[in-house]
């Protein structure tokens, strides 16, 4: 390699402040999805730190200078493959919680929103290493932007299965649930398989545990309303008994 290619590598992989170039032509997207797939293959098998851009240009059957094309940086593309596992997230969660099926009950929701992303976590170790990367980086977007677009789907959630709910409460209970949930499965994720079960076992009662008092408050004030309603016929129904001669 000569003394200015080793210079070019040298400045692309410490300039970490450029983006990624968006591609635009349908080859160039499927370029930059097969340069990500190689980086989530390679990441998985030996890291971040140790993963370089050689090694993910050869795993895409790309050159070099074909990587540099769309990704100025190794950190470009850890930057991408994190925005890719944030929208998975989203979509999974998404699916987990449809507010068409908010009235299910609550063993169901966390078996449904618990199992999904345990599976993709599973699924994905490149994930953790990824997401470790990001949040010691110069950039929590990762972690913000998903966190606030998984907030914001259970928030809508619990506005059709807990109208009631105020908003100020909804908001605390939205984020309570999805920072806990996120972080033991975390947790979970980084432990042996055999003792990943118990674990998120114990998440899903935990998280019923601390749903069921909020749900059962809410009936007491629809039940007062019905009383009333019921109430109301009982004092027609002796208006008219008292105009019969």
């Given at each position: 390699?000569?003394?200015?290619?080793?210079?070019?590598?040298?400045?692309?992989?410490?300039?970490?402040?450029?983006?990624?170039?968006?591609?635009?032509?349908?080859?160039?997207?499927?370029?930059?999805?097969?340069?990500?797939?190689?980086?989530?293959?390679?990441?998985?098998?030996?890291?971040?730190?140790?993963?370089?851009?050689?090694?993910?240009?050869?795993?895409?059957?790309?050159?070099?200078?074909?990587?540099?094309?769309?990704?100025?940086?190794?950190?470009?593309?850890?930057?991408?493959?994190?925005?890719?596992?944030?929208?998975?997230?989203?979509?999974i969660?998404?699916?987990?919680?449809?507010?068409?099926?908010?009235?299910?009950?609550?063993?169901?929701?966390?078996?449904?929103?618990?199992?999904?992303?345990?599976?993709?976590?599973?699924?994905?170790?490149a994930?953790?290493?990824?997401?470790d990367?990001?949040?010691r980086?110069?950039?929590?977007?990762?972690?913000?932007?998903?966190?606030e677009?998984?907030?914001?789907?259970?928030?809508?959630?619990?506005?059709?299965?807990?109208?009631?709910?105020?908003?100020?409460?909804?908001?605390?209970?939205?984020?309570?649930?999805?920072?806990?949930?996120?972080?033991?499965?975390?947790?979970?994720?980084?432990?042996?398989?055999?003792?990943?079960?118990?674990?998120?076992?114990?998440?899903?009662?935990?998280?019923?545990?601390?749903?069921?008092?909020?749900?059962?408050?809410?009936?007491?004030?629809?039940?007062?309303?019905?009383?009333?309603?019921?109430?109301?016929?009982?004092?027609?129904?002796?208006?008219?008994?008292?105009?019969?001669?």
């Amino acid at each position: 390699m000569t003394q200015r290619s080793k210079q070019t590598q040298k400045n692309a992989v410490t300039d970490d402040t450029r983006p990624a170039r968006q591609p635009l032509q349908d080859r160039g997207l499927k370029r930059v999805e097969s340069i990500l797939d190689a980086a989530e293959t390679v990441i998985a098998e030996v890291g971040v730190e140790a993963a370089s851009t050689n090694a993910i240009a050869e795993r895409a059957g790309s050159s070099v200078g074909s990587l540099y094309h769309f990704f100025p940086s190794k950190e470009a593309i850890v930057e991408a493959l994190a925005r890719r596992f944030a929208e998975r997230k989203r979509e999974i969660n998404a699916r987990a919680i449809p507010v068409e099926r908010a009235h299910m009950p609550l063993e169901e929701v966390f078996e449904r929103v618990v199992e999904s992303h345990a599976r993709f976590l599973d699924e994905t170790p490149a994930f953790i290493p990824v997401y470790d990367a990001v949040m010691r980086g110069r950039s929590g977007f990762m972690n913000s932007d998903m966190f606030e677009a998984i907030v914001g789907q259970v928030r809508a959630f619990l506005a059709v299965r807990v109208p009631q709910l105020s908003a100020q409460a909804r908001e605390t209970s939205a984020v309570a649930s999805v920072s806990t949930i996120h972080g033991v499965l975390l947790t979970a994720m980084r432990l042996p398989r055999e003792q990943r079960a118990p674990l998120l076992s114990e998440l899903k009662r935990m998280m019923v545990a601390y749903f069921e008092p909020i749900e059962a408050a809410t009936p007491a004030k629809s039940s007062s309303r019905g009383s009333g309603q019921r109430g109301a016929p009982r004092v027609r129904r002796q208006k008219r008994s008292t105009r019969t001669p």
